[in-house]
């Protein structure tokens, strides 16, 4: 089953604009982990940030994370059209024998010229 | 560095027939993990290898799926026999490890078409 629950679905910007995407989980995580997904690339980790972080900077990329919220957001600043893809979040629960991702149902970013 | 890599790439078969998957994981890495992608979901854990012992099976459909990891190394994913909702793309991630905070890199996939 999908953990994660991204939002917007589908998400149309132009070239320069910043994205929002949300993402909202049911479970408890131990930290909670962005990946983007193209044709050329394939799926791609972005940025890391655990359980007890609110915020994380990685270039054009800002996540916030509110564990009482059970919700992460990432914003990508100053947008590209190379950063057209599909984003996906994904929780991590560390079971005591191994480390589980389950990733959420995805937005899909367009960016126009 | 090298990268995750699987073949095949594409593959299409009959519902009934079987199929397998192969993953060369990134040298060094001790976990291994295959993930089912859906078209317009995003993918889903069937199976976990720490080194070459399964950890997690728990979304693995057992009566038609299997997978081996030979040696802690490469891996194999089979469906015998195939039916039409197996059409997905089959990733492989690997890892350093399976601890709280590492990083998984992914393959690029083998979409699979069942008619």
């Known amino acids: 089953s999908q953990q994660g629950e991204e939002d917007p679905q589908a998400l149309s910007i132009q070239e320069g604009e910043n994205a929002t995407m949300n993402c909202s989980y049911k479970t408890s995580i131990n930290n909670l982990q962005w990946y983007r997904q193209n044709s050329g690339r394939g799926l791609v980790h972005l940025i890391l940030?655990?359980?007890?972080?609110r915020e994380k900077h990685s270039g054009r990329l800002r996540v916030t994370l509110d564990t009482s919220k059970k919700s992460s957001s990432l914003l990508i600043t100053a947008s590209r059209a190379a950063d057209t893809a599909s984003y996906f979040c994904?929780?991590?629960?560390?079971?005591?024998?191994?480390?589980?991702?389950?990733f959420g149902t995805g937005t899909r970013l367009q960016v126009t010229l | 560095e090298a990268g995750v890599a699987q073949s095949p790439r594409y593959k299409i078969i009959e519902k009934r027939q079987s199929v397998a998957f192969w993953c060369n994981p990134i040298s060094g890495h001790a976990t291994l993990y295959w993930y089912q992608q859906i078209l317009g979901q995003g993918p889903k854990l069937l199976i976990q290898?720490?080194?070459?012992?399964?950890?997690?099976d728990s979304q693995l459909p057992k009566d038609r799926f299997s997978a081996e990891r030979l040696k802690g190394v490469d891996s194999t994913l089979k469906i015998q026999p195939a039916k039409l909702e197996d059409s997905a793309v089959y990733l492989c991630a690997s890892s350093l490890g399976s601890g709280r905070t590492y990083e998984q890199y992914f393959g690029p996939g083998t979409r699979l078409t069942v008619t």
């Open positions: 994904a929780t991590d629960l560390y079971t005591g024998t191994a480390s589980k991702l389950t």
């Open positions: 940030i655990r359980s007890n972080e």
């Open positions: 290898f720490q080194n070459n012992g399964v950890v997690d």
